[in-house]
């Protein structure tokens, strides 16, 4: 199986401010796709973002953006303007073929 | 638009009973179906998944079985229950584009008793 690593396994952040998760993976291969999901206390699994490693340029969708570092395999996720329902279980999903792979995932809490 | 449907949303088994949970899928055809399991504060284990109809792989041995019957049902069954089966259980969907990201179902919380 692919190692991925979220060494973070809680974090904090205020209101309207940012916070970065880390995640590393490893893999052989150099066409792939990495995803990070978002479950909040429902339990719901709610994609975030994704990025397909072939493209230079982060993703970014509204608030939430990536740092991809190919070559240090490294996938972190930005969130700016940090707001309450942000506060969840972030999980990084690199994809190998028809499997994903789950980190441990980042506790964050959005403190008002 | 497609959804996914799980269910049912809680259960509570004995011990050494079986098991049959339900995922279906709407609004697709021919997509990737896969079984996860979520351990209390942990991340997601694959436990099976397939590619099509009576097609399954499964990635770690234990005493759980999936079967895809149609095109869109995908089943995870247990013959005798064991109390480390405990868990949340997440059935999610894709297609088979490349960038295609995984589409999850409310989930299964099963408690072994």
């Known amino acids: 199986a692919q190692t991925v690593t979220q060494s973070q396994p809680e974090m904090s952040v205020q209101e309207a401010e940012t916070v970065t998760l880390s995640c590393t993976y490893d893999t052989s291969e150099n066409n792939y796709y990495l995803f990070w999901y978002k479950q909040p206390p429902s339990r719901q699994m709610i994609l975030v973002i994704r990025?397909?490693?072939?493209?230079?340029q982060n993703a970014t969708e509204n608030r939430f953006s990536v740092n991809f570092q190919k070559a240090a395999k490294s996938f972190s996720l930005k969130i700016s303007d940090s707001q309450l329902g942000d506060t969840a279980m972030y999980f990084c999903a690199p994809r190998r073929g028809n499997q994903f792979y789950f980190g441990t995932g980042t506790s964050l809490t959005v403190i008002p | 638009s497609q959804t996914i449907h799980q269910w049912p949303a809680t259960l509570v088994q004995p011990v050494g009973s079986p098991l049959s949970l339900e995922c279906t899928v709407e609004g697709t055809s021919n997509p990737n179906l896969y079984w996860y399991r979520q351990a209390a504060g942990r991340g997601l284990q694959l436990l099976f998944y397939s590619v099509g109809i009576g097609q399954i792989s499964s990635e770690v041995p234990q005493n759980l079985s999936a079967s895809r019957p149609q095109d869109r049902q995908f089943i995870l069954s247990s013959k005798k229950l064991l109390l480390s089966d405990s868990g949340f259980y997440l059935c999610?969907?894709?297609?088979?584009?490349?960038?295609?990201?995984?589409?999850f179902g409310n989930g299964t919380r099963l408690t072994v008793t």
């Open positions: 990025q397909e490693a072939y493209k230079q």
């Open positions: 999610a969907w894709r297609t088979g584009h490349p960038n295609s990201p995984l589409h």
